[in-house]
């Protein structure tokens, strides 16, 4: 029994995972999440692949109320027997689905081609600590073990660019506030 979770665009990514798992006879329980009914993508797609879905939204516009990993624990505190749970999505949530898991030592992979920027191993933009050793998620990765991975670390170098984002969003998004 796979878990595959994905959160906002994850979905994408972890569709042809489950697919293949799918088709290798595994039994599929997908949990699909976003903030809201109109940032669901591909429900339809990953429905027709899995055993059972699961969709959670942030504000309750569409199925559960809540996040990912409510379900999620839901099933480990019943007992549900699950070989491997999959994460794709926000840094936080996957920080989330490893945290709810690891209780319950059920090998967890958590895929980082969400922090990845360039994807050729020059950016250093998808550095991450995993087992205490630097990984690139583009050329070490995508697929670490969830529970290896030092999310802490990684939530805090997302975090460090935020004042400057923000300006930017704060002109439209075209950074137009330096003269050339
Ligand atoms: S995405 Fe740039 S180094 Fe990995």
Redesign the pocket.
Known sequence: TVVVVGGGIGVAPVYPIARAYHELGNKVISIIGARDKDLVIWQDKMAAISDELILTTDNGSAGRKGFVTDPLREMLEAGEKLDLVLAIGPVIMMKNVAATTKPFGVKTTASLNT?????????????VMVGGENK????DGPEFDAHEVDFANLVMRQQMYKDQEALEYSCGGHCKCVEE
Do not use: S
């Not at 922090?115 to 250093?124: K, S, Y």
């Not at 690139?136 to 050329?139: N, P, Q, S």
């Open positions: 922090i990845m920027v360039d994807g050729t191993g020059m950016c250093g933009g998808c550095r690139f998620a583009c050329v």
